[in-house]
């Protein structure tokens, strides 16, 4: 298959979760692949397993320098820039009335600005003609206790990319978000909660999924595939809720 046939992607958060889904769908594809993420031996780790032409770059988002460090590295080695897609993500779980400055920085700082000031040093180096993707979710369409801030993050980058749809119409470039629902990540187990608090979690978000399950990696890149291929050509500034139905009923 080649529906990415020598097209260049840069995929941040691509150590684990959707990121590497999407890296070894896009790999397969024909694209040629730059992994990023902020743990060397997890890159090490997975680059084991996959193959293709890939690079891997150790790159903390929230780092505006490791974003810089990402885009000279990926040009360097490939030149200009067909795909990116800003998948870099944390979800900690903090009650309104316990929300610290420290707390909103860390998850603002690696889901906001990160993504934005990516952008910016990519900017120069995408082709004419190609897609920009984002990583949201639906909580940011319905209200989950304790994600506050982490909604109001994934809200901030949909806001963000409706604009960025505007100021890159005249190069051709396409930019989409996915939105995904409860899906099989790591990133549960990262939101600092005991594992059987994160397991009745999954029981209760799984509950309230049309589709009765959570969703797969695969399936979110999948999703990414079609926008960021020429299937998806006329697919522009939208938001595309991979969820089992959960934020439609």
Known sequence: MSKLKNKVAVITGANSGIGLATAKLYL????????????????????KDLSGDFITVLADVSN???????????TNHYGNID???LNAGIAPVTAASDVTEAHYNEVFNTNVKAPILTVKEALPSINDGGSILFTSSIVHKKGFDGLGVYSASKGAVRAYSRVLTSEVKSRGIRVNTIAPGPI??????KMGLPQDVVE??????AAQVPLGRFGA?????????FLASDEGAYVNGAELEVDGGLSQV
């Open 184 to 189: 099989e990540t790591p990133i549960y187990g």
């Open 64 to 74: 505006p320098e490791d974003n810089k460090k990402l885009i000279q590295a990926a």
């Open 83 to 85: 795909i990116l897609f």
């Open 200 to 205: 009745e979690m999954g029981k209760g978000f």
């Open 217 to 225: 990696s695969e399936e979110i890149a999948r999703a990414a595939l």
């Open 28 to 47: 397969k594809e024909g694209a040629k692949v730059v992994l990023s993420g902020r743990r060397q031996d997890a890159l090490d780790e997975v680059a």
